[in-house]
């Protein structure tokens, strides 16, 4: 099994930054494409970015092209996800995901593994 905790959320004002983790046990997964999905209240689960495994191949999806960047340190099972120029409709609860497969892909129904999810609050 595999278990992922995120850190790093909290209530931060509009044009702000936070960087979260996602730190992997159970088992290494350096070879896995690792995601972050985001879900406010009332709205569905949506994809955020993803990270194949070398850390060299990245998508996101159109409104955080240019403020998110996601990263990883394999030797740390850790993915990242910084955040710059935070809106307020950004606050969600923000969830990391892993997927055993090679290609990155947006739909949650392809990732085999989730964490908890971290609050991501941004005040206007």
């Known amino acids: 099994q595999v278990q992922l905790v995120e850190s790093g959320g909290g209530l931060v004002q509009a044009g702000g930054s936070l960087r979260l983790s996602c730190v992997a046990s159970g088992r290494t997964l350096w070879t896995s494409v690792m995601g972050w999905f985001r879900q406010s209240p009332g709205k569905e689960r949506e994809f955020v970015a993803a990270i194949d495994w070398s850390g060299r191949i990245t998508d996101y999806t159109d409104f955080v092209k240019g403020r998110f960047t996601i990263s990883r340190n394999n030797a740390k099972n850790t993915v990242y996800l910084e955040m710059i120029s935070l809106r307020p409709e950004d606050t969600a609860v923000y969830s990391c995901?892993?997927?055993?497969?090679?290609?990155?892909?947006?739909?949650?129904?392809?990732?085999?593994?989730w964490g908890q999810g971290t609050q991501v609050t941004v005040s206007s």
């Open positions: 995901a892993a997927r055993t497969g090679s290609t990155i892909r947006r739909s949650a129904s392809d990732y085999n593994y």
